[in-house]
């Protein structure tokens, strides 16, 4: 009787134990887990994997996605010890430690060590709960318990290390190591171990830069808990935050917002360059008038990749620049630096040759009458020599003749997206379109690359196949040896005399441009105001030449080659030409005939004269009526309806006579007064 009394009682106690186990085992179950996939901050790295931008996500937060192997093995180690000895051994709660933080706490009558395991600690990041009251605690078992048998171990411990607070909006391993060192957390010294093994428990209070005692002493503990035996050298601690890194501001913030659910982006700049460029663009626009900012692009024109893009130097609001305006995408007056485009389409067309003579004399084009920067005019000249001197005249007859239409085909034919209201000018030729540093940055990269310009591109798989011929190789190089000719800005290395550039600047002061290039780059520099008020005496060859120069210096120690002349190329002098290359002059010229080409008769060419009271007599034959006389480029008389003038030249030297006729054809002489 007893014994059978025994016995049911023992099935009743088992019963009893498996209905505990079973209840407990539903408990544990039915724990309502919170999501553990949680948006980590979207990070944009360069061409090497240089990190150069970090998005923060909710409530400005910056959380850094992070797998074990990127953290260093020894800082895991050290967490482990000093937090969680048992967490590979344990099933979420640790009895053990347990046991031992509550009978510290009564022994001391203080909290000396906490019970909670890894798993607890996840389990209160994930819900952002307290550990002050019993049903949290409570809570934070039952969660821990869940997440043990949903995860492995090495998951749990990569949540720990993603959410991990490390003061003020910084979470996980990464962003606290990025954020107190400036460096990734895969090799870290035995004292930042320390410290972002202890600053989690007590992330305000133990703020290096806010309460470095309480920092220190935490550290402390965490190393003579884990390293008893190591003779540490501790470095100094952190004073401040290291700034998250925010490189090419403009450009990222565009790329995020194409695709804001991509958490990484790779991108072909160059975080280094962009880094010196940035300070160069600051440095540049020190000094200058008040809202005045700069702009830099550099790419590489054999692929289209781009290697750097300032938008603006400080990526701000401050300084009455707006600085977060884009200006290497904002729409302005490219000025003179589409005249090597107007040159190339007229080689093309065989309108013209580097060594063509052209007049550069008074024109009027209806009410339109273009003069040069400097009000002067040089009289017959070279093609080559125009361009040098950046002359105005020049290239309008040469538009005319082209046709504007046919100059803004070609430069949407090379990748820009011109902006114009009504039907294309003459005035297109001196910059009356709207461009973006973006658009003459592509253009100039086509001359160096035979008049083929690679799409620009700033994400990597992102190359794009080339646009469509622009203008023949042979015009291409035409123009870029033309521009190489031309003399760098003072204080300029050696070196730089390989690049080919062209400086601009707008109407009214309001833009100065620089654009270059050399075998392998293409750099764009703009100087202005956003806004497009006028900045007086700003001038593309003062301003932005120099810190063209300068970004070349800061890319490369040397420039490279430029490519040489493709085997069609016409290389020849101006008497060598073919007849109609000789002398550019308008097609409706071309019917008056040579016999009626303006003449000096007198004075002949290279005459020396004595000087008299009254000036020097000149006397002319043939040409259209009315005539044009200059002198060293200024006009001197005009509407000219005879064939002889006494010219007011009575002071000793030597003097350049120029005469053009109503047809625009001309003819000079070079005399001295004794």
Do not use: C
């Not at 933080?101 to 890894?118: D, M, P, R, Y």
């Not at 004269?609 to 009315?626: C, E, F, I, T, Y």
């Amino acid at each position: 009787m007893i014994r059978r009394f025994g016995l049911f009682a023992l099935v009743g106690l088992l019963g009893l134990g498996a209905g505990l186990r079973d209840g407990f085992d539903a408990w544990v179950d039915g724990t309502a887990v919170p999501p553990v996939l949680v948006e980590t901050s979207a990070e944009v790295r360069d061409r090497h994997g240089a990190l150069m931008r970090v998005f923060p996500v909710e409530d400005g937060r910056v959380r850094l996605a992070v797998a074990l192997d990127q953290v260093d093995p020894e800082f895991i180690s050290m967490l482990l010890r000093y937090e969680d000895k048992r967490f590979y051994r344990h099933s979420g709660v640790d009895p053990l430690a347990m046991l031992r933080a509550a009978s510290q706490a009564l022994w001391q009558g203080e909290i000396v060590s906490g019970g909670s395991t890894l798993t607890m600690q996840v389990a209160r990041l994930l819900e952002n709960s307290g550990t002050g009251r019993w049903q949290g605690k409570l809570r934070q078992i039952r969660l821990a318990l869940a997440l043990e048998r949903q995860l492995d171990k090495d998951q749990i411990l990569s949540l720990y290390l993603l959410h991990a607070p490390y003061g003020g909006a910084v979470e996980g391993v990464r962003a606290g190591s990025l954020a107190w060192f400036g460096k990734e957390p895969a090799r870290l010294t035995m004292a930042e171990a320390a410290l972002l093994v202890a600053l989690p428990q007590a992330p305000e209070a133990r703020r290096p830069d806010r309460h470095p005692a309480r920092a220190a002493a935490a550290r402390t503990r965490v190393l003579q808990r884990t390293q008893p035996a190591a003779g540490v050298h501790l470095l100094k601690l952190p004073s401040k935050m290291v700034p998250f890194v925010r490189l090419a501001p403009h450009l990222t913030d565009r790329i995020a917002a194409e695709d804001p659910l991509r958490q990484r982006f790779d991108l072909t700049l160059d975080a280094r360059l962009q880094t010196q460029l940035e300070a160069l663009a600051g440095h540049a626009v020190r000094g200058q008038p008040r809202g005045v900012s700069a702009a830099i692009l550099v790419a590489d024109h054999r692929t289209g990749a781009i290697l750097a893009s300032v938008g603006s130097p400080r990526y701000s609001a401050g300084g009455g620049a707006a600085g977060f305006v884009d200006m290497t995408r904002a729409i302005r007056s490219p000025g003179s630096t589409l005249k090597p485009f107007v040159y190339g389409l007229a080689f093309d067309q065989g309108l013209a040759h580097p060594d063509t003579l052209i007049n550069d004399a008074p024109v009027a084009f209806g009410r339109y009458a273009p003069q040069n920067f400097d009000g002067q005019f040089r009289g017959e000249l070279t093609v080559r020599e125009a361009l040098q001197l950046s002359l105005n005249i020049p290239p309008v007859l040469l538009t005319q003749e082209l046709g504007a239409a046919r100059l803004m085909a070609g430069l949407r034919a090379g990748g820009a997206v011109p902006h114009l209201q009504g039907k294309p000018g003459l005035a297109v030729a001196l910059g009356g379109v709207g461009l973006t540093l973006t658009d003459l940055v592509q253009l100039y990269g086509a001359l160096p690359q035979g008049g083929r310009a690679a799409q620009l591109y700033a994400l990597q798989g992102g190359a794009q196949q080339s646009q469509r011929r622009m203008m023949t190789r042979a015009a291409a190089w035409q123009v870029s040896h033309i521009l190489a000719s031309i003399t760098p800005p003072n204080g300029a290395a050696a070196r730089a005399r390989q690049i080919a550039y062209k400086t601009g600047t707008s109407y009214g002061h309001r833009d100065a441009w620089a654009i270059g290039f050399d075998g392998a780059h293409v750099i764009g520099v703009w100087l202005g105001r956003p806004d497009g008020t006028p900045v007086p005496g700003v001038f593309g060859g003062d301003l932005a030449a120099p810190i063209l120069f300068e970004a070349f210096g800061r890319l490369k120690t040397a420039p490279d080659p430029l490519p040489g002349p493709p085997p069609e190329t016409l290389i020849v002098s101006t008497a060598s030409l073919p007849a109609p290359l000789q002398r550019f002059r308008p097609r409706d010229a071309v019917f008056a005939g040579a016999a009626n080409y303006p003449v000096v008769a007198f004075p002949p060419d290279g005459a020396v004269l004595q000087r008299g009271l009254d000036g020097v007599s000149l006397k002319l034959r043939a040409g259209v009526l009315p005539l044009t006389i200059l002198v060293d480029g200024a006009p001197i008389v005009t509407g000219l309806h005879r064939r002889d003038v006494v010219l007011p030249l009575t002071s000793p030297g030597f003097s350049r006579i120029s005469v053009i006729d109503a047809m625009g054809q001309a003819v000079q002489v070079q005399i001295r007064l004794d």
